[in-house]
């Protein structure tokens, strides 16, 4: 984990055309406004820019000469620069908040949509953390640089430009003098800039293994209290906590040091303003004003080098976070429709496989399987763990593509519908029911939207699980917890099978449904089980035969084929593998010799 982490913390090219390119679309919406913004920031570099002049006018014209008047106007234009600087600063704020956040909601609205539509392919190859972190910090920093930080660039160039012209015009000699001082700038600055982006990079690093010693105990709290290991975790806890300490003192020195390296140039930049400028005063060549209106226009010069060398940052660090964006928004689908894919119309339920092979990369998984099953049928899918059983629900529902051969649903081609209309038709219920937080209402009627709230009802009364819904402080409207912590593994799957049986699929699937619930709960959830498969085809992944023996047909899956198939009285009449998983399972006293004996032969892979 932590070294992925890491890869995500390499930081990029301070510029990329290509991806500045693809980032600026986003700005498009809100161009008046940054206009509006644009114009505003420069009515503040404006500002700044003639301030000092104003100074010099009112100590060089009016005070020196005892002009009330001309100090009055002098007063009257500064009270209307700094007014308008102001309601500048006031206008730039309010939009840059406005694009800011516009920006920001569209990319993480546009990023959430595509990864909805991505395959699981997708998923397979990524970590959850990662994703999550392309919605937040990855769009911030985007954001960021769209936003402010580009603006503040044009700017800070633009009043950069301003002083160094108004410093020439106003006193050649002093001006080349200071300029003197902007190779030690630039080398403070790259000096400084290169020991700050690692010192920022290992606190990033740093807080993320604080983050995830925390999630990591509070996850596995259960472990931690049963093996007494709090103290040892406290200890380890505090070592990475005292690392992240130091490695964020580390990085606030480097960026003290280099502020007061600045500092320390601008003063001496001060000092050789007073002490030649002092000079050229005493031989008549400077005015007071031009030297006090020069010292401000000092003070002008550092400013925009200071704000440009963070941005430098913001620009590096907003360019790898473009770049993981883009490379997840320019992912496309493995899995699309047709360019001629109709809608799936109301079926029946019947399936073939008709000579079926697929690989996850080069590794095959599933080996010429053909079977076919007809409308109404219940089909259990057992045998060994990594034998191809998901993998064969994930192609019905076409999560993946077959290599080759064909999986047709009422005789049309699976390939040939769209997602939607296929999908929508199937329903799932897996081994670990996920249950939104929410009410026990919203969660059921997760498979139907528009379902009545009796409707609600009726399909808990079918699955078992409307007594124990009622028997809750708030009943249907008992708010359910993150995962559904605050409800047993049997409760949540029987929510779950409600809500699949409110979906009404033509076809559902069970993968492992009950393999987390005990012996009782159980035979509950077989007669739940009877009412989901009433007059719908049905497949059903199990390790526990128990939950098989009433299938209509059950498949041995081996190394990607099926290697036996018949009912449950007809398999245990072979010296098969179901025979052999079954005495493993229901005679103990045969338990090693059988499972020894499947082990030996089955030979199992460890993928699907």
């Known amino acids: 984990m932590s070294q992925q982490f890491f890869d995500d913390e390499v930081l990029g090219k301070a510029f990329d055309g290509r991806l500045i390119k693809k980032s600026l679309v986003f700005l498009r919406p809100y161009t008046?406004?940054?206009?509006?913004?644009?114009i505003a920031m420069l009515v503040v570099a404006g500002a700044n820019l003639v301030a000092p002049l104003l100074v010099k006018i009112a100590i060089d014209r009016a005070?020196?000469?005892?002009?009330?008047?001309?100090?009055?106007?002098?007063?009257?234009?500064?009270?209307?620069?700094?007014?308008?600087?102001?309601?500048?600063?006031?206008?730039?704020?309010?939009?840059l908040a406005v694009v800011g956040q516009g920006v920001v909601f569209d990319i993480r609205y546009k990023l959430f949509h595509h990864i909805q539509h991505l395959s699981l392919g997708f998923f397979d190859k990524r970590e959850v953390g990662r994703i999550i972190s392309r919605l937040t910090g990855d769009i911030s920093?985007?954001?960021?640089?769209?936003?402010?930080?580009?603006?503040?660039?044009?700017?800070?160039?633009?009043?950069?430009?301003?002083?160094?012209?108004?410093?020439?015009?106003?006193?050649?000699?002093?001006?080349?003098?200071?300029?003197?001082?902007?190779?030690?700038?630039?080398?403070?600055a790259f000096f400084f800039q290169g020991k700050a982006r690692l010192a920022f990079r290992n606190v990033r690093r740093r807080v993320a293994t604080v983050t995830a010693t925390v999630a990591e105990n509070v996850t596995g709290v259960r472990v931690v209290k049963s093996f007494s290991r709090e103290a040892e975790n406290l200890r380890r806890f505090k070592q990475v906590?005292?690392?992240?300490?130091?490695?964020?003192?580390?990085?606030?020195?480097?960026?003290?040091?280099?502020?007061?390296?600045?500092?320390?140039?601008?003063?001496?930049?001060?000092?050789?303003?007073?002490?030649?400028g002092g000079k050229q005063i005493q031989s008549g060549t400077l005015t007071v004003g031009e030297l006090v209106a020069f010292a401000m226009l000092l003070d002008r010069l550092v400013t925009p080098i200071r704000s440009m060398s963070q941005t430098y940052h913001v620009m590096q660090s907003a360019m790898a976070g473009a770049e993981r964006i883009f490379e997840i928004l320019d992912t496309e689908p493995d899995i699309i429709d047709n360019p001629e894919a109709r809608v799936?119309?109301?079926?029946?339920?019947?399936?073939?496989?008709?000579?079926?092979?697929?690989?996850?990369?080069?590794?095959?998984?599933?080996?010429?399987?053909?079977?076919?099953?007809?409308?109404?049928?219940?089909?259990?899918?057992?045998?060994?763990?990594?034998?191809?059983?998901?993998?064969?629900?994930?192609?019905?529902?076409?999560?993946?593509?077959?290599?080759?051969?064909?999986?047709?649903?009422?005789?049309?081609?699976?390939?040939?519908?769209?997602?939607?209309s296929l999908r929508s038709q199937i329903g799932v219920v897996l081994q670990d029911s996920f249950l939104f937080p929410g009410t026990v209402r919203e969660n059921i009627r997760y498979g139907r939207l528009d379902a009545a709230d009796e409707e609600v009802e009726e399909v808990s009364k079918a699955v078992g699980v409307h007594r124990f819904i009622i028997g809750m402080p708030d009943g249907y409207e008992t708010k359910i917890n993150e995962g559904g912590s605050n409800l047993s593994?049997?409760?949540?799957?029987?929510?779950?099978?409600?809500?699949?049986?409110?979906?009404?699929?033509?076809?559902?699937?069970?993968?492992e449904a009950t393999s987390s619930v005990d012996a009782y709960t159980e035979l509950l959830i077989q007669d739940a089980l009877r009412k989901l498969f009433e007059g719908r085809t049905s497949f059903v992944i199990a390790h526990r035969l128990s939950?098989?023996?009433?299938?209509?047909?059950?498949?041995?899956?081996?190394?990607?084929?099926?290697?036996?198939?018949?009912?449950?009285?007809?398999?245990?009449?072979?010296?098969?593998?179901?025979?052999?998983?079954?005495n493993a399972q229901f005679n103990y006293s045969s338990f090693e010799e059988d499972v020894d004996s499947n082990v030996s032969k089955s030979g199992c892979d460890t993928s699907g």
Not at 63 to 71: A, F, H, T, V, W
Not at 392 to 410: A, E, M, P, W
Not at 489 to 500: D, E, H, N, T
């Open 32 to 38: 008046r406004k940054l206009i509006g913004v644009l």
């Open 63 to 95: 005070i020196k000469q005892g002009n009330s008047r001309l100090l009055v106007m002098v007063g009257i234009a500064s009270v209307i620069v700094y007014t308008a600087r102001w309601a500048a600063m006031y206008t730039q704020v309010k939009n």
């Open 141 to 188: 920093a985007l954001n960021e640089l769209l936003t402010t930080g580009a603006l503040t660039l044009i700017t800070d160039s633009m009043t950069l430009i301003g002083v160094v012209i108004i410093m020439l015009r106003m006193n050649t000699y002093l001006a080349l003098l200071i300029f003197c001082l902007a190779p030690l700038l630039a080398t403070a």
């Open 241 to 276: 906590n005292k690392e992240n300490l130091r490695a964020f003192i580390r990085a606030r020195i480097i960026g003290a040091a280099f502020w007061i390296s600045v500092d320390i140039l601008g003063g001496f930049g001060i000092i050789m303003v007073y002490w030649f």
């Open 344 to 420: 799936l119309p109301p079926i029946k339920g019947g399936v073939c496989f008709d000579h079926v092979h697929f690989a996850y990369g080069e590794t095959p998984i599933i080996k010429d399987m053909s079977f076919d099953v007809q409308p109404g049928q219940t089909i259990a899918l057992v045998g060994p763990t990594g034998a191809g059983k998901t993998t064969i629900i994930n192609l019905l529902s076409r999560q993946y593509d077959v290599k080759t051969g064909c999986i047709t649903i009422d005789g049309v081609d699976i390939r040939e519908v769209t997602l939607k």
């Open 489 to 511: 593994a049997g409760q949540k799957q029987l929510v779950s099978f409600a809500r699949a049986l409110l979906a009404n699929p033509r076809i559902l699937i069970l993968d």
């Open 547 to 582: 939950t098989v023996i009433e299938a209509d047909r059950i498949m041995v899956v081996e190394h990607g084929k099926i290697a036996e198939a018949g009912t449950h009285s007809e398999l245990l009449q072979q010296e098969g593998l179901y025979r052999k998983l079954y």
